[in-house]
């Protein structure tokens, strides 16, 4: 279980934090009541093990067949899946499972040449990710990847595509259903935030080999613990925290993590709590550190820039570290800590980091997390789901839509000359 500690913070909260928990309690009665878009609160204890067998078997298919994996999608179509591959596959050389590559998240020329010149003689499947099928960016990337598909593979290529889409309507799922893809559904209730436990994760996480069953048990095991009407459920906790720094004008929030392999876990959460907060001219800034590298490049504004910001440290135990060596010479000054590992200092610059900013004026909240398991990042995506529509639900907002996403799309729309 993710475990939240807030003894840092209280110097900031003097009224204590206790009436922000009873308000916390009120919106997770609020969540439970939610009827049009909160199917992902009971994914882990819904999800059928016929879905997982369906999921796995494909993903058995496409290992079986596929040096490479494209995945097609955006926002919430990808960011989860990304970020479980990066938290749990090796950093660096592979590990003989197939190598997952991202398309559709973006509309860069370049990226798409430079990735269909890479792909030209390479095996490879695609997963396609939209419920309409015609939202820009993946639409786009479908056309064009399909098409090297099909001159590929020729009436084999439909056999390579994995549409996940909408159960009855949409652009997409009529393709999937014409051309003969497999496909896999996207729930009407969960929207792409909320994803990550539903086929939109967990087909290109199983693709890449990862045990797609723990991460669904991790899952259900924080379902029961995070939905517990009580003062120490720890999801409660950081959602009263952050609602509380809010209203003492806190308004940017930075995720700060002590491993690089956290990176597209701050991505997926910036969107989560992006677009479910920010609205009506409210909501909390998400942000993201890896630390220590942003402690030389970021670590002056967060000591002593403007005080509108707290910090959310998030740390797991690694796996692995290396020992430092003697050396003889010490020309480096090190010899004081060799024999220590690098997590021992790494921790220190965290315990060292959390007092310093405390001091300068930037209350912090600490999550610490198990070691990093399929199980326990099943139950980091879902901590972070309920905490997120919690302090929403507390600022005032309605977590589950975001309109302000349309606008671009209008004026780009009507720059490109739709009709």
Known sequence: MIKTDISALLPFIPEGIEPWLEKAGEAASRLKDEKAFAGWLHLPSGTSRELLD???????????ESQILLVIGIGGSYLGARAALELLRPTFGRDGEPEVIFAGNNLSGQYAAELLAYLEDKDFSINVI?????????????RIFYRLLEKKYGEGAPGRVYATTDANRGALRMMAEKAGFTRFVIPDDVGGRYSVLTPVGLLPIAAAGIDINAMMDGAKAAEAEYLRNSADNS?????????????????????????????FLGEWWKQLFGESEGKEGLGIFPASLELTADLHSMGQYMQQGERMLFETMLYSAPSKTVAIPFDEANSDGLNYISGRDIDYVNRTALEATARAHADGGVPCIRLDMPAVTAASVGNLFYFFEVSCAISAYISGVYPFDQPGVEAYKKNMFAMLGKK
């Open 130 to 142: 939209s419920k309409s099928g015609t939202t820009t960016e993946p639409a786009v990337a479908f």
């Open 235 to 263: 999801a409660r906790l950081y959602a009263a925290a952050r609602q509380a720094l809010y209203a003492k004008g806190k308004k940017v929030e930075t995720l700060s993590f002590w491993e690089p392999r956290f990176r």
């Open 54 to 64: 369906a999921v796995n078997a494909a993903a058995a298919k496409i290992r079986g």
